[in-house]
C-alpha cells in the first residue's frame, strides 16, 4: 500500500466553485502533511503545511486533517481559472524534511 | 529571491549515454533531493543528500547515482540511460530544521531518451 495516495482526476469545476481535493494515508502515526500546487511546466511550491488532526486556514484555502479516518483534505472556496494546476499531498519524516508525495489530483477551473 | 536552478529544460539522449543533471541552490541548504515525476505516478524519491558527499537512497535509486561535492550542487548521474528513464526531473533543497520546513523545488529537466 502507498504511504500516500490520491485520485489524479482530472477535476473541472466552474468559476466560484468550492473545491474539495482528498488523499489518504497508510499509518496513523503519520502526523506532518503539505499540500503542494504545481503549475504547468513548474516546479511545485509550498501551498500549506498542517499537522496531525484540525483545520488549517489561509486565505482561500482550508487544509484539514482527519486522523481516525486517515484522511487530508484542501479545500478552496471561490475557486479562480488562476487556482487551475495540479495539487500535491505530502507526508513529511525525518530531519531532512523528505516529502512522499500523492499522485497529485489535475484541477481545471473554467469561467 | 530564492532559487533552486537545474541546468536544463529540455534534453534528448541516446540509450547507454551517460547523462549528467545538474542542480545548484543558492540558499545555503543543508538538504537536497532527486524527484522523477511520472503521470500517474506522481513525485517518486530517487535519492537525497543532507551534506556534502553525503547520500541516501530513495525510493527508486536503481540506474543512478549522485555527487554532491559542494554543498549547493547536487549532480544526478545516468551511468547508462535507458527509455525507462524518459521522464520529469526535479531537483528541491530544504534546510535542516522542523518538519514543517518547506522544500524548494527547480523548473524540472524533461529528459527524453531515444
Known amino acids: 500500500q502507498k504511504e500516500v495516495e490520491q485520485d489524479p482526476g482530472p477535476l473541472s469545476v466552474p468559476e466560484g466553485a468550492i473545491v474539495s481535493l482528498n488523499c489518504t494515508y497508510s499509518?496513523?502515526?503519520?502526523?506532518?502533511f503539505m499540500w503542494y500546487r504545481q503549475y504547468s511546466r513548474k516546479g511545485p511550491e509550498l501551498l500549506m503545511y498542517t499537522y496531525s488532526s484540525g483545520n488549517k486556514e489561509d486565505g482561500r484555502f482550508t487544509a484539514q486533517v482527519d486522523k481516525s479516518s486517515k484522511y487530508i483534505s484542501l479545500f478552496i472556496r471561490d475557486s479562480q481559472p488562476s487556482d487551475s494546476a495540479t495539487y500535491l499531498c505530502a507526508r513529511i519524516t525525518g530531519t531532512a524534511s523528505k516529502l512522499t508525495f500523492g499522485t497529485g489530483t489535475r484541477l481545471q477551473v473554467t469561467l | 529571491d530564492v532559487k533552486v536552478t537545474q541546468s536544463s529544460r529540455y534534453l534528448v539522449k541516446r540509450t547507454g549515454e551517460k547523462v549528467f543533471l545538474e542542480c545548484v541552490q543558492d540558499m545555503d541548504h543543508e538538504n537536497m533531493f532527486w524527484y522523477r515525476q511520472d503521470p500517474g505516478l506522481g513525485l517518486r524519491l530517487i535519492y537525497f543528500s543532507y551534506d556534502v558527499k553525503m547520500k541516501e537512497k530513495g525510493d527508486i535509486p536503481e540506474g543512478y547515482s549522485v555527487s554532491r561535492e559542494k554543498k549547493e550542487r547536487f549532480s544526478l548521474i545516468l551511468e547508462s540511460a535507458s527509455t525507462n528513464q524518459t521522464s520529469m526531473y526535479l531537483c528541491a533543497s530544504t534546510e535542516t530544521g522542523g518538519l514543517n520546513t518547506e522544500a524548494f523545488f527547480g523548473q524540472g529537466t524533461r529528459l527524453t531518451v531515444v
Open positions: 499509518n496513523s502515526a503519520f502526523q506532518y
